[in-house]
């Protein structure tokens, strides 16, 4: 079992910063993959970033890419989300999600890839 848990959302206003963490733990030796999905009202969660747990390549959703970045710290089983220049936009649940296999063919992109999930923070960027 592997238990996710997100803190850090917030109430921010354009051009904020904000940093989410997530928080791993139980079997953290089986994490291939951490990543962030958002969902906004009324829309399907949606890709937003990952990270591959050892090597640490990572991969961002066109909507976010040069304002976040995603890291990590394997020895705290920890995965950030450091979100600048935030826009109304980006108000969204935002949560954790993590892949215990290696991804051979998958795409990161889609939930369908990760088999464990945090509960969510919510994080509202007011214009």
């Known amino acids: 079992q592997l238990d996710l848990v997100e803190s850090g959302g917030g109430l921010v206003q354009t051009g904020d910063s904000l940093k989410l963490f997530c928080a791993a733990s139980?079997?953290?030796?089986?994490?291939?993959?951490m990543g962030w999905f958002r969902q906004a009202p009324g829309k399907v969660r949606a890709f937003v970033a990952a990270t591959i747990w050892s090597g640490g390549s990572t991969l961002y959703a066109d909507s976010v890419k040069g304002r976040f970045t995603i890291s990590r710290d394997n020895a705290k089983n920890t995965v950030y989300l450091q979100m600048n220049s935030l826009k109304p936009e980006d108000t969204a649940v935002y949560s954790c999600?993590?892949?215990?296999?290696?991804?051979?063919?998958?795409?990161?992109?889609?939930?369908?890839?990760?088999?464990?999930w945090g509960q969510g923070t919510q994080v509202t960027v007011s214009s």
């Open positions: 139980g079997r953290t030796s089986r994490i291939n993959v």
């Open positions: 999600a993590a892949r215990a296999y290696p991804c051979y063919g998958c795409t990161l992109y889609s939930t369908a890839s990760y088999g464990y």
